[in-house]
C-alpha cells in the first residue's frame, strides 16, 4: 500500500471541485492486491446473481421454502448484522452523552461503521422482499399498520440511518472543507445523538420482538419473552466486540493516517470496552440462566438442541466474558481481541438460531441456503468494506480533522 | 364492498337480530361496528376427502385445477396453487379420518398484527383478506401464521401472498364460500360464528357417539371463524393442536405499547445524563487546573 499518498481537502474556491471530485473517485492505493484480486470476482458474481434474482423472482436463486419463508439475507445480513451495528449508537452514548472523552479516537470509526452497516443491511433486507418496489408502502401510508413490529422497526430504521447520517456529516464536510455547513453539522449532533440512540435501542428491541410472534416455531431454548431485552444487551457487547476488531484491524491497516496520540490512544481504550463486554455479558449470561431455570428447559438436556445450546452458551458467552474480564483486569490486548472473536461467533449463532437454525424443526423441508445465497450475503459485506475503505482514505476518520475544525466539537 | 340490496337486507337482518335477542348476543364475538362475525363449520364426520372443495375453490379464484389427489401415504400441504387441500389419515382404530384445511380466518389474526401494511386485513365481516396494492412481500404473515396458512409465490418476480380468503370476493352478490356451496356431503356449513357454535354443540350433544368434544376453534389462537368438528382428536386428523388460546396479538402487546412512551421518555433521560454529566467533567478539569 502506498503510505505516502497525501490526503486531500477541497479548495474551497469553487473552480475545481469537479476535479477534486474526479480525483477522489480514482483508487489510492495500488489496485492489485491480494485483497481486491479475491474480492472483486465475488463482488461481481454477486451483483450478477442479484440482477437474476430481481428479473426472475426469489425462487430463482434461493431455496426459502413455504415454512422457512426467511432465508440468510434476512436472518445473517439482517438479523445478525444489526446486533454488530450495536457499537455505533454504544459509543455516541460514552462519548457525547457520557462525556468520557477518552474514547473520542475510536467514535468516528464506530459511527463510520454503524451507518455502512445499516445501509448494506436494509439493502439486503431489500434483496428479500418479494415486491421490493412497494416498500413506499411503508413511507407513504397506503395503510399503516401501527400495531406490527416490523412497522415500528422499519421507521426506526429508517430515521436511525439519517440519525447517523448526521452524526458522521461533520466528517464529509471537512472533507470537502464547507466550513459553514461543517459548523451547522457540528451544532446539530447532540440532536442526532439523543434521538439517534432511542430509536436505536427501540430497534436493537424489535428485531427481537419480531420472534416473538412464532411461538412454537422457535424451539423453546432460544424462545422467551424477554427477547427484546435480550436482542439489546447482545447490541451492547456484540457491537462493542465488533469495534474491538475493527479499531485492531484499523489501526494495523491505515497505521499510517494515525497520528501519536491517536495511536497510543488505542490499548487504554480497548481495555475500557473489554470492561463494558465483560459487565453486559454477564447480565445476558445471568438472564439466561434465570430464564432457562424458569421455564424449565432442562427437559430439552438430553437432546441435541440442547448440547447445541451449551455450545452456544458456554465457549461463546461464559468464556469471552472471562476472557474479557481477565483482559480488563491485566491489561491483556491479546486476550481482548480472541474474546471479541468469539464474543461475534457467539452473536452469530445465537440469532442465526432463533431465525433460522431453531426455526420450525419440525418443518417437512429444511431451508440449507443455496451456494448463490451465500455468494450474495459475502458479497453484500464486501462491498460494505469496499465503501469503508473509500472513505477512510478520504475524509477524516482516523486522522484527525483539519485545523480548522477543531474546538468545534 | 358496496352496498345492495340483498346486503342492505341482511344487515338490517342481523341488525334486528341484534335488538330482538340483544341478551343473548353480547357474548357473542363481534367487530366493532356491531357486525357479526361469519364461518364455516367443517364437520369431518360427513367429510369422505372427495377433492370437490378444492376444485370449487380453484373455480372461484381462476386458478388452475389439483392434479393430485388424497392418499393415506401422502400428506398434501397448501401451496400457491391450492388455497385449500384434502388429506386423508390412517386413525388408530383402523379406519380412515378425513381433514380439509384452509385459513382459520382468526377473530385476531397474528398476520394481520404483524403486516406492517395492512395488507393482511381482517374484514368487519370476518374473513381474512390479502390486498396486493399493499403488500411488499416481506413474508412476516407467514413467520407470524401459526397454522402456517400464507403461502408465497417464490417463482414470480412479483409474488402475490396466497390464502383462502372465504371467497369474499363474491359476497358483494350474496355468493356463499364456493368450497360450502359446492360440497355434496354437507359437511362444510356457513353461517354466523354464534349459529355455527350453536350447531356444532348441537350436533355433539344429538350424536355424542359421533364426535369428540371440543370444537377445534372455538378457543384456539382466541377464537377463529373456522370451526372444526371431528370424530377423532383433531391431531389425529392433521391439525396443530399446539396452538396457544390466547389470541397471537396478545404475545407482543406489551412490547408494542412500551414503544412510544419509551421514545418519548429515553430521550429526556439522555439529556439528563448529559447535563449531569457535564456539570461534573467541567468541575474536575477545574480541579485539575
Known amino acids: ?409 | 364492498m358496496s352496498l345492495n340490496r340483498r346486503t342492505f337486507f341482511k344487515f338490517w337482518g342481523v341488525a334486528g337480530a341484534a335488538l330482538a335477542f340483544g341478551k343473548s348476543l353480547e357474548a357473542a364475538p363481534a367487530s366493532d361496528d356491531g357486525v357479526e362475525l361469519m364461518g364455516v363449520l367443517y364437520d369431518a364426520s360427513r367429510c369422505v376427502g372427495c377433492q370437490t372443495c378444492e376444485f370449487a375453490c380453484a373455480d372461484s379464484h381462476n386458478m388452475e385445477f389439483p392434479e393430485d389427489g388424497p392418499s393415506t401415504d401422502i400428506k398434501r400441504s397448501l401451496d400457491p396453487t391450492k388455497r385449500t387441500v384434502v388429506n386423508w389419515y390412517n386413525l388408530p382404530d383402523g379406519s380412515e379420518g378425513y381433514s380439509k384445511k384452509q385459513c382459520m380466518h382468526c377473530n385476531e389474526p397474528a398476520c394481520f398484527t404483524a403486516c406492517l401494511t395492512q395488507a393482511l386485513y381482517k374484514t368487519k365481516e370476518g374473513p381474512v383478506v390479502w390486498r396486493e396494492d399493499k403488500c411488499m412481500g416481506c413474508r412476516f404473515c407467514m413467520i407470524s401464521c401459526p397454522f402456517e396458512i400464507p403461502k408465497a409465490e417464490y417463482d414470480n418476480n412479483n409474488p402475490r401472498i396466497v390464502k383462502c380468503n372465504m371467497c369474499y370476493h363474491k359476497w358483494a352478490d350474496s355468493e356463499r364460500p364456493a368450497c360450502v356451496n359446492d360440497c355434496p356431503y354437507d359437511a362444510l356449513m356457513f353461517g354466523t360464528r354464534r349459529e355455527l357454535l350453536d350447531e356444532a354443540r348441537k350436533r355433539m350433544l344429538e350424536n355424542p357417539d359421533t364426535y369428540h368434544p371440543h370444537i377445534y376453534g372455538e378457543k384456539e389462537a382466541g377464537g377463529t371463524s373456522w370451526l372444526v368438528i371431528s370424530p377423532v382428536p383433531v391431531e389425529q386428523i392433521g391439525f396443530n393442536n399446539k396452538i396457544q388460546l390466547k389470541s397471537y396479538p396478545t404475545l407482543t402487546k406489551g412490547f408494542v405499547s412500551s414503544i412510544a412512551p419509551v421514545d418519548l421518555l429515553l430521550p429526556a433521560f439522555l439529556l439528563g445524563l448529559y447535563e449531569a454529566t457535564k456539570v461534573r467533567t467541567q468541575n474536575t478539569e477545574e480541579e485539575e487546573l
Not at chain 1, 95 to 102: F, G, M
Not at chain 1, 123 to 152: K, Q, T
Not at chain 1, 229 to 239: A, D, H, N, T, W
Not at chain 1, 348 to 369: C, E, F, G, K, Q
Request: charged residues 10%; positive net charge.
Open chain 1, 1 to 409: 500500500m502506498n503510505q505516502t499518498t497525501a490526503i486531500q481537502y477541497a479548495d474551497n474556491k469553487g473552480n475545481n471541485t469537479w476535479k477534486f471530485f474526479i480525483n477522489e473517485l480514482k483508487p489510492k492505493t495500488k489496485i492489485f492486491t491480494a485483497f481486491n484480486i479475491i474480492t472483486l470476482p465475488i463482488i461481481l458474481l454477486g451483483l450478477g446473481i442479484i440482477v437474476y434474482r430481481f428479473m426472475y423472482g426469489l425462487g430463482s436463486v434461493t431455496n426459502l421454502t413455504q415454512e422457512m419463508p426467511w432465508g440468510i439475507w434476512k436472518a445473517f445480513n439482517v438479523v445478525v448484522g444489526v446486533a454488530m451495528a450495536g457499537g455505533a449508537y454504544v459509543l455516541v452514548f460514552i462519548t457525547h452523552v457520557l462525556h468520557l472523552k477518552k474514547y473520542n479516537p475510536i467514535l468516528k470509526v464506530a459511527v463510520l461503521n454503524g451507518l455502512l452497516a445499516y445501509i448494506f443491511y436494509s439493502f439486503a433486507l431489500i434483496l428479500e422482499l418479494g415486491r421490493p418496489l412497494d416498500i413506499f408502502n411503508v413511507i407513504i401510508g397506503n395503510d399503516y399498520g401501527v400495531s406490527s413490529i416490523l412497522f415500528l422497526v422499519a421507521w426506526h430504521f429508517m430515521l436511525y440511518i439519517l440519525c447517523l447520517m448526521l452524526e458522521f456529516s461533520p466528517s464529509v464536510a471537512e472533507w470537502l472543507n464547507a466550513r459553514k455547513t461543517y459548523k451547522f453539522l457540528a451544532g446539530i449532533t447532540l440532536v442526532a445523538v439523543v434521538f439517534g440512540i432511542t430509536l436505536s435501542v427501540l430497534h436493537q428491541a424489535g428485531i427481537g420482538g419480531l420472534f416473538m410472534l412464532a411461538k412454537g416455531k422457535v424451539h423453546p431454548l432460544w424462545y422467551n419473552q424477554y427477547m427484546p431485552l435480550m436482542f439489546v444487551i447482545q447490541s451492547v457487547f456484540g457491537g462493542l466486540a465488533l469495534v474491538i476488531a475493527l479499531v485492531t484491524l484499523c489501526w494495523k491497516i491505515f497505521a499510517y493516517q494515525l497520528d501519536e496520540t491517536y495511536r497510543k490512544a488505542k490499548d487504554p481504550i480497548l481495555v475500557g470496552l473489554a470492561g463494558i463486554c465483560a459487565l453486559s455479558m454477564f447480565s445476558y449470561f445471568f438472564m439466561h440462566v434465570i430464564i432457562f431455570a424458569h421455564e424449565k428447559n432442562w427437559v430439552y438436556m438430553g437432546t441435541g438442541w440442547g448440547w447445541w445450546y451449551l455450545l452456544e452458551m458456554i465457549p461463546f458467552v461464559v468464556v469471552p466474558m472471562f476472557m474479557f474480564l481477565y483482559g480488563f483486569k491485566l491489561k491483556n490486548i491479546r486476550l481482548i481481541n480472541i474474546a471479541a472473536v468469539l464474543t461475534l461467533v457467539g452473536i452469530i449463532l445465537n440469532r442465526m438460531n432463533t431465525s433460522l437454525i431453531a426455526y420450525n424443526i419440525d418443518a417437512p423441508i429444511r431451508y440449507v441456503p443455496t451456494i448463490w445465497e451465500i455468494i450474495v450475503s459475502i458479497s453484500v459485506i464486501l462491498i460494505q468494506i469496499w465503501v469503508f475503505r473509500w472513505i477512510v482514505l478520504r475524509m477524516p476518520v482516523l486522522r484527525k480533522s483539519p485545523d480548522w475544525a477543531k474546538g468545534a466539537h
